[in-house]
């Protein structure tokens, strides 16, 4: 498929897509930062739906460099790398305050670590884990805010809105290794 060049002039948000270990993603921006990241579907006309849906008017476009460098971070972690996304600049526009700072605590979860609902909603101050669980099914930015890192606290997964549900969150907590204790993990000996 040919992508169109689009016209920054006319246009204000951009996606594009890109192979990971885990299918075919798609990163959506506008000159503020990442608008969206969205998992694989089924296939690539579906996922080009599923983000034309999310974020109507945007235009698929080549990358510029500041976004192939967040591309080539979330591929590597895909593939089981110790990246740190929290540098990623998002544009949360449209984020209520609530929202933002759950998203903040999850970006604080290092790859290979998790945290329950209830863990994230102390480090907010609030006794509601049911609410922490809704705000990260509104994540638009999964993977970069790594809401498959926020878990149930009695072992079992919880949520996950992205297609492929449970199964997708346990594969990407199978990619990082990721575990409940303090033991070090690979991210751990690397760093």
């Known amino acids: 498929m040919r992508i169109m060049q689009a016209n920054p002039s006319t246009h204000t948000a951009f996606y594009t897509l890109f192979e990971t ?21 089924d296939h690539a006309p579906k996922t080009r739906s599923r983000i034309a849906k999310r974020f109507p008017g945007v235009v698929e476009a080549p990358p510029p460099p500041d976004i192939q460098h967040i591309i080539a971070d979330v591929t590597a972690l895909l593939q089981g790398e110790a ?4 540098a990623v600049t998002l544009d949360m526009d449209g984020v209520s305050d609530f929202d933002r700072g759950v998203y903040e605590v999850a970006r604080s979860i290092p790859p290979g670590r998790v945290l329950t609902y209830g863990e994230v909603a102390a480090r907010l101050g609030i006794n509601n884990a049911r609410a922490i669980g809704q705000s990260l099914g509104r994540n638009p930015f999964a993977v970069i ?37 303090e033991s070090p993990t690979l991210f751990d000996l690397i760093s």
């Open 21 to 41: 270990t885990i299918g075919l993603c798609g990163l959506a921006w506008n000159k503020r930062g990442v608008i969206g990241f969205q998992l694989p579907e």
């Open 83 to 86: 990246r740190d996304l929290s």
């Open 145 to 181: 805010v790594p809401c498959h890192r926020v878990v149930a606290a009695d072992g079992r997964l919880g949520g996950f809105s992205a297609n492929g549900g449970a199964s997708t969150k346990l594969l990407l907590l199978a990619i990082e290794g990721a575990r409940r204790d």
